[in-house]
């Protein structure tokens, strides 16, 4: 009969076992731990990128808004040129039949002229807003993708964090962090930008 090991094999086998789920549950808590960073990293991105994009639909509104407002200024503006126009042909309607036309014509198409520089202020004004309105909403959108781009960063770090812990490779883990990290930095460009 063969003779029994000097080391008991189950208690070495015991023993390996417990030192690995030792190794490999720091090692999941230390994942887990940085997972739930970027995540909540990724939902602040998130969350901005969002307030980013609403505002930016406002001001969009506001400009179609003043738009149309400037537009209705314009319509009026020609509606006051039509009257001067009116005013005008009658004077010279007057003037063919050889009678000189009544001061009120040339006074009216006078009133309506000054009108029509009131409202073209008004009108250049309202376009002077709507484009103002307009390029900042553009701003916004340009930092609403940014805020989204590192969003995806961040989604493809945490995914990476979950393959790390799935097969406890520290590599993959590393990648996670300097994805997280080039989320962070994207993130924190948009911000103060």
């Not at 690995?20 to 995540?39: C, D, N, R, Y």
């Not at 400009?63 to 503006?77: F, G, H, K, T, V």
């Not at 002229?113 to 309105?133: L, M, N, T």
Request: no cysteine; hydrophobic share 45%; glycine share 8%.
């Amino acid at each position: 009969m063969p003779e029994a090991p000097e080391v008991e094999t189950e208690r070495l086998h015991e023993a390996i076992h417990e030192e690995l789920a030792h190794e490999g549950g720091s090692f999941l808590k230390v994942i887990a731990l940085t997972t739930a960073v970027l995540a909540a990293l990724a939902a602040i991105a998130s969350l901005r990128g969002g307030a980013t994009v609403n505002e930016a639909l406002i001001l969009k509104t506001e400009a179609a808004r003043l738009q149309a407002e400037a537009s209705d200024q314009w319509a009026y503006y020609q509606a006051k040129g039509i009257k001067a126009a009116v005013e005008e042909a009658s004077q010279t309607s007057w003037r063919a039949i050889g009678k000189e036309p009544p001061p009120e014509y040339g006074q009216a198409r006078r009133r309506y002229a000054e009108e029509q520089e009131e409202i073209q202020k008004k009108a250049r004004e309202k376009e002077r807003e709507r484009d103002a309105r307009s390029a900042e909403a553009d701003r916004l959108l340009v930092r609403h993708h940014g805020f989204a781009n590192a969003v995806a960063v961040f989604q493809v770090s945490i995914a990476l964090g979950a393959v790390a812990a799935l097969t406890r490779s520290r590599s993959v883990w590393w990648g996670s962090l300097l994805l997280g990290a080039a989320g962070l930095g994207l993130f924190l460009v948009t911000l103060s930008g």
